[in-house]
């Protein structure tokens, strides 16, 4: 195949964001193992941070996010718990050096608006960054459930909004999608092989839907994700575009371990979604928050409850209410949220 070509993503300015023609093959984030892909990106310059920004550990966490307890925009079966509640509950802890973040799986029927659960956002907002996620475990596959880490910004959604890691039920594979308001469409040229788009209007379903893109990163989400150990999420945003790495965790870069990021030395991401003259990134993402939160049913898992292998349990939240013992892993075991600079 000849040499390695190493794609780079970093910040541009307008005339350098020219595109090229490759062919990306070598090693990525999976091993050793060879995965090739064809197609055109924005011309890269390497990347290296300029400085750690914010650590999110342990140590400061939830005095650096706010608990959300009012209704699910998303019209989940849930009942998000104020910070004190969540402590009382047992549904936050800062154990063994790490944030834990789960739900309540004791309670049959709880009474409405659902099962007990947490919503936390970052104090500060942020445009712009590299985002590493070291996540331990997420909250396992089982009927009901929808868990995502995020970002969203205010005016929902002409702010924007980046979903790093969501799914529903029993889904095996990660979603990553973009929410916009008009006017951001987006490609996934120089992304891994394996990774699809679904629509590239990011304001698809006014906004709803987004620009989702499928992947099959192994590993990367629910029971394989916890039962590999967990791994690290890595998402970079700049005017360019939005790019995500995923590593399990036998296979994160030296330079993640060291404090010292550099995305030129990753690979392909698991999916690039490059701006382009389809979206001005800047006017479309500004001033996001990070999120964890874990749902039950609505808008999406609630939709899509009577097909496919949770087909045949009643209802969404019937299932839900009835059963809280098929919730012991929806959880979240985050070890750090680390954010660089660009």
């Not at 009901?144 to 959604?157: D, I, R």
């Not at 009577?306 to 070890?335: H, I, M």
Request: contains cysteine; glycine residues 12%; charged residues 10%.
């Amino acid at each position: 195949m000849g040499p390695e070509v190493v794609l780079r993503y970093n910040t541009l300015t307008p005339s350098e964001n020219v595109s090229q023609s490759y062919f990306g093959c070598g090693p990525t984030a999976l091993g050793p193992t060879s995965r090739c892909s064809r197609g055109f990106y924005p011309r890269q310059k390497p990347y290296n941070p300029k400085e750690l920004v914010d650590n999110y550990n342990s140590g400061n966490f939830f005095n650096s996010f706010n608990f959300y307890s009012g209704a699910d925009p998303t019209h989940g079966y849930v009942n998000y718990r104020t910070q004190g509640d969540a402590q009382n509950m047992g549904l936050i802890n800062s154990n063994n050096g790490q944030i834990y973040m789960g739900v309540d799986h004791t309670t049959k029927n709880p009474s409405a608006p659902g099962r007990s659960s947490v919503r936390v956002s970052s104090k500060k907002s942020y445009t712009h960054g590299l985002f590493i996620a070291d996540i331990a475990h997420m909250p396992g596959n089982a009927c009901g459930v929808w868990p995502a880490y995020w970002l969203f910004g205010p005016n929902w959604p002409a702010s924007g909004e980046i979903d790093v890691i969501e799914g529903v039920n029993l889904a095996g594979n990660n979603a990553i999608t973009l929410h916009t308001s008009s006017g951001c469409s987006m490609n996934i040229a120089g992304s891994q092989s394996g990774t699809t788009l679904s629509d590239s209007n990011c304001n698809s379903g006014n906004g709803n839907n987004g620009c989702s893109a499928a992947t099959t990163t192994p590993n990367a989400y629910g029971d394989s994700f916890n039962n590999n150990g967990g791994g690290v999420y890595a998402m970079q945003w700049e005017s360019s575009g939005i790019y995500v790495w995923f590593f399990p965790r036998n296979n994160i870069p030296a330079d993640i371990k060291n404090g010292a990021p550099v995305t030129g030395n990753w690979g392909l991401p698991v999916v690039a979604f490059n701006g382009g003259s389809g979206c001005n990134v800047d006017q479309h993402f500004q001033n996001q928050n990070i999120v964890f939160d874990t749902t039950f049913c609505g808008d999406w898992a609630g939709s899509v409850f009577s097909t496919g292998s949770c087909s045949g349990k009643g209802s969404c939240e019937s299932y839900v209410a009835q059963n809280p013992g098929a919730f012991n892993s929806a959880y979240w075991t985050v070890n750090s949220v680390k954010v660089y600079s660009l």
